[in-house]
């Protein structure tokens, strides 16, 4: 973080709501903090998968929920998280949508995931030093989208490996 504090966004499936204790049975994104070089760590926030998208993909009522998130602090110190749904043991496809969500008080709360893109695994943020942000997700080929703007807009892909089926 640009304090110098850590943060790790994990994902952990079937849990209960950290908060609340109440069992919600889908994998959620867990951000965990470190003000003292990772010695120690502390459960800061949480985003829950709740009510599938089933307008922008056909398949969320197969998916268990977010994994792989991965976190990008901003310029304007809003935090950006990434989020990956899949779910292969339940019949949906080896990708599902990416979805972005989005914490204005320093990891406590975000904001509902919104649709990032139709596809991708092991989605990556990263910010530049001149201001942009990239986002990277994969499979089945690998694509990279640059924002200017702490991410509210994106561009068009950038397709960086072909895949054989075009998204």
């Not at 990434?82 to 990416?98: K, M, N, Q």
Request: with cysteine.
């Amino acid at each position: 973080a640009p304090d110098g504090s850590l943060f790790i966004a994990h994902y952990r499936g079937n849990g209960a709501n950290p908060f609340t204790g109440v069992y919600e049975g889908t994998t959620n994104a867990y951000i965990l903090h470190s003000d003292d070089n990772g010695e120690t760590w502390q459960l800061r926030g949480y985003i829950p998968y709740k009510e599938p998208d089933e307008e922008h993909d056909a398949f969320a009522h197969l998916k268990s929920g977010f994994s792989e998130p991965n976190l990008a602090f901003m310029p304007d110190g809003s935090i950006l998280c990434i989020l990956r749904t899949c779910d292969v043991f339940r019949g949906a496809p080896e990708w599902g949508p990416t979805y972005l969500s989005r914490s204005e008080d320093n990891g406590y709360t975000w904001s509902k995931p919104e649709f990032f893109r139709d596809r991708g695994a092991l989605p990556q943020l990263l910010q530049l030093d001149n201001g942009v942000t990239l986002a990277v997700i994969t499979r089945p080929g690998i694509y990279v989208y640059a924002s200017c703007d702490c991410g509210h807009t994106w561009t068009d892909v950038l397709e960086v490996c072909f895949a054989s089926e075009r998204p």
